[in-house]
């Protein structure tokens, strides 16, 4: 069965520090991945989703950056994070065809100081 | 970019009742979905609904579409105090790698 790993759970960072998020699934192949975030009392929004290896499309321009190294690995970054960065940070995979769901991690609840 | 509003934004029940959530959304739609998010947790995946079909069952989920109108709904039947989350719809995005735009969601409470 497929398995999605992000970490960490939590995360509290002063401003200006760098940020690496890390996403990994197991038990499928050439997933899409997406990184999502959720403010308080919100819906989630999309900033990156990946198609395959090294292919990265950003959906907002911001502070943030996300990579690909390998088929089931999605690394969300800063260099310099800022207050508004503050939120719950969600992976999530499907199999990258219409009418699929997608399959959330427990996501990470980052606090910037 | 949130296509999907969810309606009401907070619902509170006694257990024992049906929850009926609503969602609109803009644009044309391959399939509308509905999650659940538990407090401080990721999102499961409750039912997905093509655009060609009006109503679906998933145990004590009743999940159905009008594309005339934008517009689906989520029933809960016989509700329990474990039903209590937070509910969204969400459309796929095909030319987006089929990322999901998501609603705002609804609140739900059960009370024992």
């Known amino acids: 069965s497929q398995t999605i790993h992000q970490w960490p759970a939590t995360l509290v960072q002063p401003v200006g520090s760098p940020l690496s998020l890390e996403c990994t699934v197991e038990g499928t192949s050439n997933p899409n991945l997406y990184w999502y975030r959720q403010a308080a009392g919100r819906g989630l929004q999309l900033l990156f989703y990946s198609v395959g290896i090294g292919q990265i499309s950003s959906e907002v321009p911001q502070n943030l950056s996300a990579s690909r190294p390998q088929d089931r690995q999605f690394i969300l970054s800063s260099k310099k994070l800022l207050l508004s960065d503050s939120g719950f940070y969600l992976c999530a995979w499907s199999e990258g065809t219409s009418n699929q769901p997608q399959h959330f991690g427990d996501g990470t609840r980052l606090s910037i100081l | ?112």
């Open chain 2, 1 to 112: 970019s949130q296509q999907g509003e969810e309606d009401p934004q907070a619902l509170s029940i006694q257990e024992g009742e049906n929850a009926t959530m609503n969602c609109s959304y803009k644009t044309s739609i391959n399939n509308l979905q509905w999650y659940r998010q538990n407090s401080g947790r990721g999102l499961v995946h409750l039912i997905l609904i093509r655009s060609n079909e009006r109503e679906k069952h998933s145990g004590r989920l009743r999940v159905t579409l009008d594309t005339s109108k934008k517009s689906s709904s989520l029933l809960i039947t016989a509700s329990r105090a474990a039903d209590t989350a937070s509910y969204f719809c969400a459309t796929d995005r095909p030319n987006s790698g089929y990322a999901l735009n998501f609603g705002k969601g609804t609140s739900l409470l059960v009370t024992p």
